[in-house]
């Protein structure tokens, strides 16, 4: 392959992701403040104020972590997504560390959780992609993934101007023509 595709970031499922995440801190913080009126209307664990305000504290956390991640996403000049010669150059999710090898890759399959599809890319070396990580947060977040599908790389079309089943035949067909031409 001579040519290289280059999948851009989605603006659009950006501006989305952003305005969920403010909502949802929105929300936590009206449930941190309004604590003690769940005490007659709720199950039993959630009677409990320092429990509703322990779960409120940490969905603003997270979900504010995720508010900006996405705004600093938006203002991200790079291409979310590179396929050449070299390999698949990761830029769409918080836990990409850039060019992932076609020599690294020995399978790529999809996996589903809930409503979100991704693909797996499983390499000979996942420690290698581990190191390439900029920060413990993002080496932190490849050793969960890790854990519980295999390998610390994933990627999904939630931020990427593209639909995830045509992403998915482009890189199993790139995948194949590539593999073994290192």
């Excluded at 970031?9 to 305005?19: P, T, V």
């Excluded at 409503?115 to 581990?130: A, G, W």
Aim: hydrophobic share 45%; proline share 2%; aromatic share 8%.
């Amino acid at each position: 392959m001579t040519e290289k595709i280059e999948i851009p970031l989605s603006k659009n499922k950006l501006f989305l992701g952003i305005g969920g995440s403010i909502i949802l801190v929105v929300l936590a913080i009206w449930l941190v403040i309004n604590a003690d009126e769940f005490q007659e209307h709720s199950i039993q664990l959630l009677r409990n104020p320092m429990v509703i305000k322990a779960a409120g504290t940490l969905a603003i956390l997270f979900f504010g972590a995720t508010g900006i991640y996405g705004c600093r996403k938006l203002l991200d000049k790079k291409v979310g997504l590179l396929i050449d010669s070299n390999g698949i150059t990761d830029n769409s999710n918080a836990s990409s560390v850039g060019l992932i090898e076609w020599n690294d890759i020995f399978e790529i399959k999809t996996q589903q959780v809930m409503s979100t599809k991704f693909l797996l890319i499983n390499v000979i070396d996942s420690e290698k992609y581990i190191g390439k990580a900029k920060s413990g947060l993002k080496a932190r977040l490849m050793r969960t993934n890790m854990k519980m599908y295999g390998t610390p790389l994933s990627i999904t079309s939630n931020t990427l101007k593209y639909d995830f089943e045509k992403l998915e035949q482009l890189i199993q067909a790139e995948f194949n023509r590539n593999k073994n031409l290192g």
